[in-house]
């Protein structure tokens, strides 16, 4: 009821689950949003672990209604995974491919996308006042030996049913 009465009013609004970056000390948090709504974190990690069985993730990036300009996730540590939701039209993912120098228009509403979020992206405008994203990601903090996340905080996530990434999920 919360999540219509905001699209409906055209509310544009983002919120990270899981582990998050203090950018203050540059440690690797809880984020307020996972301590808030730790029953959503919850659903949407059961969601994701359903639909990309062996995925692994740290981070879960809610959007309601937001448009993202051309950019790039350059300290994601391992690869993304996407769908967005909701009663809308268009609002597709701009993907480059470096390899290749070129660029391809991929469909994300209500289908799963495995992507490279350090390849620069972009949000197409949609029609329609509501539309969810989420992007599943690992934090690059999350093995950090500078910025330890506490172990009570890991084992929080693991509980909440964030997939703990090994060695092996990460880029290199």
Known sequence: AVAAELASAGVRRGCTLGLATDWGSGAAVVSKSTRKWPKLAQALCEGCRAACPGFTF???????NVKYRL?????????????????????????????SNSWELLDVHDRWLAFDGRELHLTEDWHGQERYSLVFFTNYGWNDPDHRLNPDDREALEDLGFPWPEQRDIFH
């Not at 740290?58 to 309601?64: K, M, Y």
């Not at 790039?72 to 390899?99: Q, T």
């Open 58 to 64: 740290t981070s879960i990036q809610v959007n309601l």
């Open 71 to 99: 950019h790039s996730d350059g300290f994601d540590a391992g690869p993304s995974r996407m769908v967005a939701l909701g009663n809308f039209s268009k609002g597709r993912l701009w993907l480059h491919n470096a390899g």
